[in-house]
């Protein structure tokens, strides 16, 4: 096992969301980080799997379900045949018990199915929708299929990264999905404060366009004024200059940030070049973003003189804002990461231990937790159906009919 922290899970722990149940009939990733969140803090989520489970199964490493293990924590799997009418009425069964659904098929699906938001809310008025999809309920592109990589360079986020010379640059991870998923949560508890306040369920439209574009900042504020599109600059910054990643003598890289006068010129100290301070090309913020490139030169030929180690410890001592850029065995080796538990580890039937994020954010009074592992498929079946009535005999013949499946 690595020098990550050891924990076992809480499986008797509550959280603040205790008593909140959950409905997952979404797939993938921005459904399974928005729940994962909820279910860290003490939501009952009930992820409800097609036959051949959800999509996130799929996603292996070395034949492993990594991102199941990660994001399916703190949640139970029914699983069910959602083409058999029999179950759909196992799902209407179960809504007025929630709080919360979830669900990302295509616009119009959950209508086919006879679930719309009106026939749920008949169901169970105080209940909270959210309706995951990547262009939004309507619109003229409601109907496209959404997954998050069209959705970045739809955004404006593909052409903003990368470099001025190269094409652009799509993020290595499921960023329009994450996005989507923390607002998605967010959005989920300010509905339920209504729910819980008034009584009075909503639909919440969640587009995976609409979070993504509303964190890239002022970009048509900035082109209405100037009639500019943002370039792509790679690492530098177009609103503050010195700001870049750095290669070290050793191969390795920093990346460095001058965001205010004070912490530019106790650089410019630092590095033996006190008279950029006054340097006509260097003086303000302005001044240095038009020569940014001779600026970088400079300080890339000190940087290149040491390792990365060096630099941090240098610039650090200067009190100059730098960090080294990690890959995955770095972050897990940090002394920090370890001594903040920002990573740690659990038991895992395949891998002995799995690393794993810890619980995000981390509340004072009443933190987070990993009650449970992932499900495994169809897990939890008898268990809730049980609630609902169903007997197991009668578990029994809808399991030979194909209605249940897995467990």
């Known amino acids: 096992m690595s020098n990550l922290h050891a924990r076992d899970y809480q499986p008797d722990r509550q959280g603040t969301l205790d008593g909140i149940r959950v409905l997952d009939l979404s797939r993938l990733f921005a459904g399974n980080v928005l729940t994962q969140l ?93 309706r995951i999809s990547g262009w939004g309920q309507d619109g003229p592109y409601a109907q496209r299929p959404g997954f998050g990589t069209v959705i970045e360079g739809v955004s404006g986020f593909a052409a903003i990264n990368g470099f001025a010379d190269r094409e652009p640059v799509l993020p290595p991870m499921y960023l329009a999905d994450g996005v989507a998923g923390l607002y998605g949560a967010s959005a989920a508890m ?63 890289y920093v990346s460095l940030s001058g965001s205010i006068q004070k912490m530019t010129e106790r ?45 941090v410890a240098f610039f650090e001592e200067a009190e100059v804002t730098i960090g080294p850029i990690y890959d995955t065995p770095q972050i897990m080796a940090d002394p920090h990461v370890i001594a903040r538990e920002v990573i740690a580890d659990y038991p895992d039937p395949e891998m002995g231990h799995i690393p794993m994020h810890h619980v995000v954010p981390r509340f004072a009074q009443t933190p987070g937790s990993i009650r449970t592992p992932a499900p495994a498929l169809g897990q939890h079946n008898r268990e809730l159906l049980a609630e609902i009535g169903i007997s197991p005999a009668a578990y029994d013949e809808l399991k030979l009919a194909g209605v249940i499946c897995g467990g």
């Open 190 to 252: 300010i509905a339920l404060r209504e729910a819980e306040m008034k009584g009075r369920g909503q639909v919440i439209d969640l587009s995976l366009l609409d979070p993504l574009f509303a964190i890239l900042g002022p970009q048509a504020a900035n082109y209405r004024l100037t009639g500019k599109v943002k370039p792509r600059t790679g690492s530098r910054s177009t609103n503050s200059a010195p700001r870049n990643v750095y290669r070290c003598s050793d191969g390795h």
């Open 267 to 311: 650089l410019f100290r630092a590095i033996g070049r006190a008279e950029l301070i006054d340097d006509p090309r260097f003086r303000t913020n302005s001044d240095r973003l038009r020569h940014a490139e001779e600026l970088d030169a400079i300080i890339g030929a000190f940087i290149g003189e040491r390792t990365q180690q060096e630099n």
């Open 38 to 130: 909820l279910g860290d803090f003490g939501a009952e989520v009930i992820k409800i799997e097609p036959p051949e489970g959800d999509t996130l199964r799929g996603w292996k490493t070395e034949g492993i379900e990594t991102h199941w293990k990660i994001y399916a924590r703190n949640k139970k799997s029914l699983c069910l045949s959602l083409r058999d009418p029999r179950a759909i009425e196992i799902i209407r069964k179960l809504v007025p018990s929630a709080q919360i659904l979830v669900e990302s098929f295509r616009p119009g699906v959950l209508e086919k199915m006879g679930l719309s938001p009106d026939a749920l809310l008949a169901l169970n008025p105080s209940l909270v929708v959210v």
